[in-house]
């Protein structure tokens, strides 16, 4: 069933999770068996979907999606899998939900609007668990970001993900590795020190 949602998203140019990123972010839920899961851009549920394997037993994922066409698929697929219970999907803009959660996180998945990632940063530290982690997807943005890009189309996305990198490896409360796996993901840990 997942490989039939995982062939529809492709087929519809659904952006989904790459199977490189993928491999590389199970191997820390693996490692940190989060209970607790947020994700900013559901799509179809595709990656929350793929995470859930990886919950602590009784763990819960939270996934946000503005567009409401692609969360009721979402909705509907993750209804098939049986995994209703695990996963929640909230409809609705990211920006304004998130300052409205209350639950702590162990994991954060960042992959939806580029030019967005400062601010989805930001609602993040407040959310996420001392020693949790954030993993922001497509950090690189075919590789746009490390160049000399600077073309209007992407100007925005290219110039707030600058900006997010620069926020994460600068913050001595957090700990960051960027990887060039997939389209660049991002990995910060929130230190113990790190105040709320």
């Given amino acids: 069933m997942i490989e039939i949602i995982k062939e529809e998203a492709i087929k519809d140019h659904i952006p989904i999770i ?22 900013i851009g559901t ?23 503005i ?11 993750i209804r098939k899998m049986n995994l209703e219970k695990k996963i929640n999907v909230i409809i609705g803009n990211a920006i304004e939900i998130m300052p409205t959660l209350t639950t702590k996180y162990d994991i954060i998945f960042i992959d939806a609007a580029k030019g967005k990632y400062p601010i989805f940063l930001k609602a993040s530290i ?12 497509n950090v690189l943005y075919k590789g746009y970001v490390l ?44 230190k113990g020190t790190a105040s709320n």
Avoid: W
């Fill in 43 to 65: 799509a179809v549920g595709y990656s929350a979907i793929c995470f859930s394997k990886f919950l602590h037993e009784y763990g819960k994922i939270d996934t946000i999606e």
């Fill in 147 to 190: 160049g000399e890009y600077n073309k209007h189309k992407q100007r925005t996305a290219v110039t707030n993900l600058r900006e997010y990198i620069k926020l994460v490896t600068e913050d001595k409360n957090l700990e960051t590795k960027i990887l060039d796996i997939g389209d660049g993901i991002a990995i910060t840990r929130k």
């Fill in 67 to 77: 567009d409401e066409v692609r969360a009721k698929k979402a909705i509907d697929n």
């Fill in 18 to 39: 790459m199977d490189d990123t993928l491999n590389e972010i199970s191997k820390i839920l693996i490692q940190e068996k989060p209970k607790q899961i947020l994700e």
């Fill in 126 to 137: 407040r959310l996420l668990n001392t020693n949790g982690i954030i993993i922001a997807d």
